[in-house]
């Protein structure tokens, strides 16, 4: 059975993941599958847009296929990693500046490279089931596929939370926090995937959109607006110890399990993309992170740990949250020089 279904349908062109015992699990050729879909749609006068969508009720899509990364890395091959990311984030960025509107319906788990698929899109809908995140700093990596500029754009200091804790979104905190766009009750969307496909016109998924049942993320903005305000990780961590309450500790105790590196370089990520709206300065500063990632970062052993061994036992480089040096965080989000991700060059 293929991992992705590509073709045009009535009006629009549609992409359709197909892995849902993987929780439509991400693959280096899905990606390229994608890019190559967006390369022939965009000048095509018979598509008048794109629906991105996905098989199964658990997952749009849970993340990156990244078990080859671990077996390619340990052996000391990084190119594969390093080219996997490269035209990941090359084919997201083509999403986030599509000439046409995108939808996406994003039902159950959206993480990581789902996020990367689902949330750049211009009608980014989710439902009852679904769970918004980007949990990269648990296995050593950090926010990335465009993600840490949606979180950089988030409201006050709601996206450096996220970052450091992997919370999970339901529909109104994902909407709330500028991952979706709308609120589509589930059963309603084999309806609106009819009207699209017949008509092609987006805009009835303005038509069709709902209140979201109430979240939680809008109430909690002013005390994470307070303890998130830290210019680096230690001055965060300073500032949960010192409020001491249960949402601060309960913050702490999330972070304690995530890699300390990842968690310091996400924050200074999104601190220096705060007020951009610029996707290809947001992907060059993930890339030069995830290009040295496989060898200097705690990305290896932060798979290992959940996902190969699943002892959840991860030994960070670095001994705790206090623990992460300046100069660490620098020289993981140095230019890269001649190896560095040029966008401006591959999307001409």
């Given at each position: 059975?293929?991992?992705i279904e590509i073709r045009k349908e009535g009006r629009i062109g549609r992409i359709t993941l197909t892995r849902p015992k993987a929780l439509n699990a991400l693959g280096y050729d899905m990606c390229l599958a994608i890019e190559a879909a967006l390369d022939a749609w965009a000048p095509d006068p018979e598509v008048r847009m794109i629906l991105i969508d996905a098989e199964g009720d658990k997952a749009f899509c849970a993340g990156g296929d990244?078990?080859?990364?671990?077996?390619?890395?340990?052996?000391?091959?990084?190119?594969?990693?390093q080219?996997?990311?490269?035209?990941?984030?090359?084919?997201?960025?083509?999403?986030f500046e599509f000439p046409k509107p995108v939808v996406s319906l994003m039902q159950g788990f959206v993480m990581g490279g789902g996020v990367g698929v689902g949330c750049h899109g211009s009608h980014r809908v989710?439902?009852?089931?679904?769970?918004?995140?980007?949990?990269?700093?648990?296995?050593?990596?950090?926010?990335?596929v465009g993600g840490s500029l949606i979180l950089a754009r988030a409201p006050g200091r709601i996206g450096e939370y996220l970052g450091v804790t992997g919370r999970r979104m339901g529909p109104a905190d994902a909407i709330f926090a500028g991952f979706a766009d709308y609120f589509i009750p589930e059963a309603d969307w084999p309806a609106l995937t009819g009207a699209l496909v017949e008509t092609g016109d987006w805009e009835a998924v303005d038509r069709a959109a709902r209140t979201p049942p109430p979240g939680e993320l809008a109430a909690?903005?002013?005390?994470?607006?307070?303890?998130f305000?830290?210019?680096r990780l230690l001055d965060i961590v300073n500032a949960l110890t010192a409020d001491g309450s249960d949402f601060a500790l309960s913050a702490l105790k999330v972070m304690e399990r995530n890699s300390p590196l990842a968690?310091?370089?996400?924050?200074e990520m999104q601190h220096r993309l705060k007020g951009s709206d610029d996707i290809r300065r947001a992907l060059a500063l993930e890339y030069r992170f995830t290009y040295r990632a496989p060898e200097h970062s705690?990305?290896?052993?932060?798979?290992?740990?959940?996902?190969?061994?699943?002892?959840?036992?991860?030994?960070?480089?670095?001994?705790?949250?206090?623990?992460?040096?300046?100069?660490?965080?620098?020289?993981?989000l140095m230019p890269l020089g001649e190896h560095g991700l040029k966008l401006e060059e591959e999307l001409q």
């Open positions: 059975m293929s991992e990244i078990a080859v990364m671990y077996e390619t890395g340990t052996k000391g091959d990084y190119a594969y990693g080219t996997f990311w490269r035209d990941e984030y090359r084919m997201n960025a083509k999403l989710v439902g009852e089931s679904s769970q918004v995140a980007m949990p990269e700093c648990g296995i050593g990596l950090v926010p990335d909690l903005q002013p005390r994470i607006d307070a303890l305000a830290g210019e968690m310091a370089c996400a924050i705690d990305f290896l052993e932060g798979i290992r740990a959940a996902i190969i061994d699943k002892d959840r036992k991860p030994r960070w480089k670095h001994a705790g949250l206090e623990a992460v040096p300046g100069a660490d965080v620098a020289r993981m």
